[in-house]
């Protein structure tokens, strides 16, 4: 049986750079080399995407940093329109890519999973494990996200969303009386916690605007929804499936992104211990979220609990995925082991673009 060509674009220009190599070094692992063959394409932290054997040890050394590329040996990588998926380099390099059948872009934050890298490859016409453009676009920018979920009565914590012209007239007290006190304040694309402040009075405040505004042009004031952090995992794309709900407890004030990352910064408990009720609400919710903001293949999504109210705080296109990440083990305690998971997900690609592929508008 022929094998599949999977490319695997990780790393990238993010701050979630480092989070990507220990991810993709995991998916790598998992894929069965029976099965797959792997094209590693690796994106150093300046944006340059490298060959495959340039990608290498991008991974090994786990940090980019100590990867010393010279200007000599970086080959540039070119996607070709119309070309039947095809992944060019120099012909100098006698490196050749070749054909991909799917790629999995195992990439956090902006230029990864936003809509970038997707509406890259499907102008080139390559499968792409994951949300396509428009919801990735969607589910990372935290503002429309949430103006989806109102609108599909999914409850969300209130939030006041400003544009950086608008900070001068913004006043503490004005935000206080609409959202309570403390708040949190957060860029509105960004990702591990990167640019986010719990606020808790009007020193703190404004530093707090400046800091968000340091990572987009468009923040975020929320209430502070006081309670447990819920993760659940979804999986499908027209008819998905919901994982376990597991619970995320940072030692740290928030979940923030040294909690996120470091030794012992967060335990994580599947399942979570919740009423039976509670759950049902959180598969429900999960489901009418990922299908409302046009997820495909996966979604990892993020409550809030207070009390028995649950809020949805936010939707992950591309979840982390080392092995202790929350997305695969979620779905190892729900019956679907890592390496099936990530069939799984490359198969869902592959369905979705042949459906695509069906419609009319293609010649
Ligand atoms: N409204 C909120 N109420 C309580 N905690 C919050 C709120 N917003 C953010 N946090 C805390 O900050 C963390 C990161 O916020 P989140 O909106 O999920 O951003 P990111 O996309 O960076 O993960 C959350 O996991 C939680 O610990
Ligand atoms: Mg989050």
Known sequence: MKKTRVGIIFGGCSPEHEISLLSASNVIRALN?????????????????LLP??????????RSDSVRITDEDVQSLALLPGQATELRCEEKTGAHPG???VV???????????????????????????AGVLSSAMCMDKEVAKSILKQSHIPTPNSICLRAHEKISLKYQDVIKKLGNPIFVKPANMGSSVGITKVKDEETFYAAIEEAFLYDH????EEAIVGREIEIG??????????LPGEAIPNDEFYTYSAKYREAGVRFIVPADLPKKTVEVIQIYAKKAFLALSCQGMARIDFFLRGEQVYLNEVNTIPGFTSTSAFPVLWQAS??????????????AIEAHEKDRRLKRNY
């Not at 099965?35 to 690796?42: C, E, Q, R, T």
């Not at 468009?218 to 004031?221: E, G, M, V």
């Not at 019956?335 to 869902?348: F, K, N, Q, T």
């Open 33 to 49: 080399p029976t099965k797959y063959d792997v094209v590693l394409i690796g994106i150093d932290k300046k944006g340059q995407w």
């Open 53 to 62: 054997n340039q990608s290498h040890p991008l991974l090994d050394f786990g």
């Open 99 to 101: 054909n991909l059948d």
């Open 104 to 130: 999995f872009p195992v990439l956090h934050g902006p230029m990864g999973e936003d809509g970038t890298i997707q509406g890259l490859l499907r102008f080139v016409g390559i499968p792409c494990v994951g």
């Open 218 to 221: 468009k923040i975020l004031i």
């Open 234 to 243: 979804v999986l499908g794309n027209d008819f998905p499936e919901v994982s």
């Open 335 to 348: 019956g679907v082991p890592y390496a099936d998971l990530i069939e799984r997900l490359i198969s869902l």
